[in-house]
């Protein structure tokens, strides 16, 4: 797969994923296990993430992306495949030289409310990888973890607290101090917003915005909500059933996306506005999302895809950049353009267009 256009601009690439695989095995049996079939929730992909930027990664339930995110950070080892951070092969590297590498890239989870252990204080929490990694002693420890609650907005009188005395946008920010407290170049966002309100989200993404501006860190935005991604990311790569179907720059995908699936997602961005969402025409996708312990040949979306034709039942399309960045895996890139109905397209750009001011009104609010 190509992926030299990402290096544009001579940006330093400090991630670069090559051909990842991270394939499950499913046995039958309890005292006498044997294989019966293989579970491939993510089937050979290949990016690179720019130091300083933001990927944001999207696509449905059960596609893979978080697996993506854990296999990048070895907390899964993939099947197959390289994960290079700064030129070292991280799914080379065993024992202490990949605890020191966890230095440098961290994850925020998804769940503030599982990602954190209940019994211990949220000054120990954050306060732990510190000591594991030797980077502060003593009363350093306790003031650097203060320095980091101040930092994502808590007060740093609350170390002495559990996490049941807090809420989810607290928690949150808590797991955000803690992936902060190793002082990482890295750090993959798990769904990071998705089990927070609104209101709540909006604070969570201008916070880790700032962050990123402060800090220089660079990320890996995990989400199902388009609005979110739009507003945070720099480039936004699109998967499906383990595989990344499109990758480009935020407006250009938003703007002219060239598979049908991420029009299909665009079309489905809601609108808050009654009359709006009445008249506007979506694009339905018909089935169910194939098992990825059995993927269809060829293209993998050709089971859902309004346009396919025979040669996407039989051949994988290759992933392939179309001009300025923009890759995409379809047979029929250049016609897809046809299938997403311009009323629908300018009505999925308005509520994101939408979305995204209450997002600022908010910031603005919070000032």
Known sequence: MTT???NRGGAEILIQVKDLEMHFPVTRGIIFQRRVGTVKAVDGLSFSIKRGETLGLVGESGCGKSTTGR???????PTAGEVRFQGTDLTKIRGDELRKMRRQVQMIFQDPYASLNPRMTIGDT????????????????????????????????????????????????????????????????DEPVSALDVSIQAQVVNLLEELQAKLGLTYLFIAHDLSVVKHISDRVAVMYLGKLVELAEGP???????????????????????????????????????????????????????????????????FIDYGDGHFAACWRAHESGE?????????????????????????GAAA
């Open 126 to 189: 954050i306060g732990e990888p510190i000591r594991v990694h030797k980077l502060r002693q003593g009363k350093a420890v306790r003031e650097r973890v203060e320095e980091l609650l101040g930092l994502v907005g808590l007060n740093p009188a609350f170390a002495n607290r559990y996490p049941h005395e807090f809420s989810g946008g607290q928690r949150q920010r808590i797991g955000i101090a803690r992936a902060l407290a190793v002082e990482p170049q890295f750090v993959v966002c």
């Open 252 to 318: 250009k995908l938003y703007g002219q996306p060239l598979h049908p699936y991420s029009q299909a997602l665009l079309s489905a961005v809601p609108i808050p506005d009654p009359k709006v969402e009445k008249q506007r025409r979506r694009i339905i996708l018909e089935g169910d999302v194939p098992s990825p312990l059995n993927p269809p040949a060829g293209c993998h979306f050709h089971t859902r895809c309004p346009i396919a034709i025979e040669h996407c039942k039989e051949d994988e399309p290759p």
């Open 4 to 6: 030299t256009a990402t």
């Open 71 to 77: 296999a990048i950070l070895q907390l899964y080892r």
């Open 339 to 363: 299938l997403m109905p311009a009323v629908a397209k300018k009505q999925a750009e308005a509520a994101a267009a939408r979305i995204l001011a209450d997002i600022r009104k908010v910031k």
